[in-house]
C-alpha cells in the first residue's frame, strides 16, 4: 500500500510539473555590443552625414608625403621627429624623415584630405573618421587613439560657416543648450587657425550643485573639444 500511494504521489507530481514542449524557447540573450568608440563615432558620424557629408576612411600606413609633405608641415616641424612618429623600418635601415616615400604610421587623418582632393573636383564635403598613431604615452595620452577630421571645399566658405557646423554637431552630440566658441590660436600649418570649445554639460558656470569647482571643465565652464 506504501509503494502504490508512492507511486500515484510522483504521478501526481509529474502531471503537475509537466513542460509543454510544444511552447516556444526562451529567446537567446542578445551576444555582445558594440564598442563605446564604436558607438560615439557613429553617432558623430550621423550628424555629419544629417548635414550633408560624406564618410571617408583611408590607409593607417601612410607616406611622408601624404602625412606631412602635402599638408603643409615644414621639414623643420617637430612632429617630423623620430621621437614623435612612428617610422616603418626597411631592410634594417633607419628611415629617412625627409623622404616623401618613407613609411610611417599616420599621426592624424588629415592624409586622406589629400587623398580626397586628388580623386575628385570640388565640391567636397567628408568627414574622416579612424586612428592614428604617436609615440605618447602618460595620463593623458596613449600611442594609438581615435581622431575624427572634416574638410569643406566650395566657394564662398567662411569661418562662419565652420562654427556653424561645429554649434550644430556640439548640440547634437552634448545637448541643445550647448555654446560654442573659437579662440584664434596658431599652427604653422593652416590658416587661420582656432581652437574649439564646448560648454561645459556637467556644471552650471563651472561649479556642481554643492558649489564645489567641477572636476570636468575645472571651473571654466569651458571644455575644449578640437
Known amino acids: 500500500r506504501g509503494g502504490a500511494l508512492a507511486a500515484g504521489e510522483?504521478?501526481?507530481?509529474?502531471?503537475?510539473d509537466r513542460v509543454d514542449v510544444t511552447l516556444p524557447g526562451d529567446p537567446l540573450p542578445r551576444i555582445g555590443?558594440?564598442?563605446?568608440?564604436?558607438?560615439?563615432?557613429?553617432?558623430i558620424e550621423d550628424v555629419f552625414v544629417g548635414l550633408g557629408f560624406n564618410v571617408a576612411e583611408?590607409?593607417?600606413?601612410?607616406?611622408?608625403?601624404?602625412?606631412?609633405?602635402a599638408l603643409n608641415h615644414?621639414?623643420?616641424?617637430?612632429?617630423?621627429?623620430?621621437?614623435?612618429?612612428?617610422?616603418?623600418?626597411?631592410d634594417g635601415d633607419e628611415p629617412d624623415i625627409f623622404d616623401p616615400d618613407t613609411v610611417l604610421l599616420r599621426v592624424h587623418t588629415s592624409p586622406m584630405q589629400i587623398r580626397a582632393m586628388e580623386s575628385q573636383p570640388p565640391p567636397i564635403y567628408i568627414?574622416?573618421?579612424?586612428?592614428t598613431y604617436r609615440p605618447d604615452s602618460d595620463a593623458t595620452h596613449t600611442p594609438q587613439f581615435h581622431q575624427i577630421e572634416g574638410?569643406?571645399?566650395?566657394t564662398?566658405?567662411?569661418?562662419?560657416?565652420?562654427?556653424?557646423?561645429?554649434?550644430?554637431?556640439?548640440?547634437?552630440?552634448f545637448g541643445e543648450e550647448r555654446k560654442l566658441r573659437l579662440r584664434p590660436h596658431f599652427f604653422p600649418f593652416t590658416e587661420p587657425s582656432v581652437e574649439v570649445d564646448v560648454s561645459c554639460f556637467n556644471c552650471k558656470q563651472g561649479f556642481m550643485p554643492d558649489g564645489s569647482?567641477?572636476?570636468?571643465?575645472?571651473?571654466?565652464?569651458?571644455?575644449?573639444?578640437?
Open 10 to 16: 510522483l504521478e501526481e507530481r509529474l502531471e503537475r
Open 58 to 69: 583611408g590607409p593607417e600606413v601612410e607616406t611622408v608625403y601624404y602625412n606631412f609633405d
Open 151 to 154: 574638410l569643406a571645399v566650395d
Open 213 to 226: 569647482r567641477c572636476p570636468l571643465c575645472k571651473g571654466t565652464a569651458w571644455i575644449e573639444i578640437l
Open 156 to 173: 564662398d566658405i567662411t569661418l562662419g560657416d565652420l562654427q556653424g557646423t561645429l554649434l550644430q554637431f556640439a548640440r547634437a552630440i
Open 74 to 90: 615644414a621639414p623643420t616641424h617637430p612632429s617630423r621627429l623620430l621621437t614623435d612618429t612612428f617610422y616603418v623600418k626597411t
Open 33 to 43: 555590443r558594440l564598442h563605446l568608440i564604436t558607438q560615439t563615432r557613429r553617432e
Open 127 to 131: 568627414v574622416i573618421p579612424g586612428r
